[in-house]
Antibody
Framework: QVLLQESGPGVVKPSQTLSLTCTVS??????????WSWIRQHPGKGLEWIGYMHYTGRTYCNPSLKSRIIISKDTSKNQFSLILSSVTAADTAVYYC????????????????WGQGILVTVSS | SYELTQTPSVSVSPGQTARITCSGDILPKEYAYWYQQKPGQAPVLVIY???ERPSGIPERLSGSSSGTTVTLTISGVQAEDEADYYCQSADSSGSYPVFGGGTKLTVL
């Protein structure tokens, strides 16, 4: 059974940096079969893809957020992370990590496993 | 605005059939996926590659595709089907994932 678990601060001050980690169990982030993603959901709103990473370290990010995002991995801990800089109230959301099982395909796939989500509030 | 357009809400009585549609120019070229999200929970994949059902998803949920529209059909709707449903595909360049705005299914 694959499990993903987000962790990080629940509150971040405006202009500061949001840092979240996703710990994966039941599967290796070093597997070439998967891409590892971050997705967010503003309160009461829909889903927004943030970015994802392949086991090789290749990353793709939502163009609307690209200048503020870094996605990285720690294979020794089977974790991947999201850094979002210069946050504002508009970044208040539930952040999910998720797995895309598309393997070597260049086209986006689906998200078959999700973490439970973590609410991050940007507030002073 | 969303590249994938969904009707904001659908209401049906128990036992009826609910049809939730998602429209987008990319859909003839890219697969569509559907997620069910209940309050306070993470989304769950219910349909992949237009019409495939993951293990554990009831047979009453099915997907179909026609041109620029994909449809999630829930036959014999039950109270437990009340949830938000999101379609997902790729952006206009086929490079990254995009979600529809979501449809709230209410079981009367």
């Amino acid at each position: 059974q694959v499990l993903l678990q987000e962790s990080g601060p629940g509150v971040v001050k405006p202009s500061q940096t949001l840092s979240l980690t996703c710990t994966v169990s039941g599967g290796s982030i070093s597997s070439g079969a998967y891409w590892w993603s971050w997705i967010r959901q503003h309160p009461g709103k829909g889903l927004e893809w943030i970015g994802y990473m392949h086991y090789t370290g290749r990353t793709y990010c939502n163009p609307s957020l690209k200048s503020r995002i870094i996605i990285s991995k720690d294979t020794s801990k089977n974790q991947f992370s999201l850094i979002l800089s210069s946050v504002t109230a508009a970044d208040t959301a539930v952040y999910y990590c998720a797995r895309d099982p598309r393997g070597s395909s260049s086209e986006p796939g689906c998200f078959d496993y999700w973490g439970q989500g973590i609410l991050v509030t940007v507030s002073s | 605005s969303y590249e994938l357009t969904q009707t904001p809400s659908v209401s049906v009585s128990p036992g009826q059939t609910a049809r939730i549609t998602c429209s987008g120019d990319i859909l003839p070229k890219e697969y569509a996926y559907w997620y069910q999200q209940k309050p306070g929970q993470a989304p769950v994949l219910v349909i992949y590659k237009d019409n495939e059902r993951p293990s554990g998803i009831p047979e009453r949920l099915s997907g179909s595709s026609s041109g620029t529209t994909v449809t999630l059909t829930i036959s014999g709707v039950q109270a437990e089907d009340e949830a938000d449903y999101y379609c997902q595909s790729a952006d206009s360049s086929g490079s990254y994932p995009v979600f529809g705005g979501g449809t709230k299914l209410t079981v009367l």
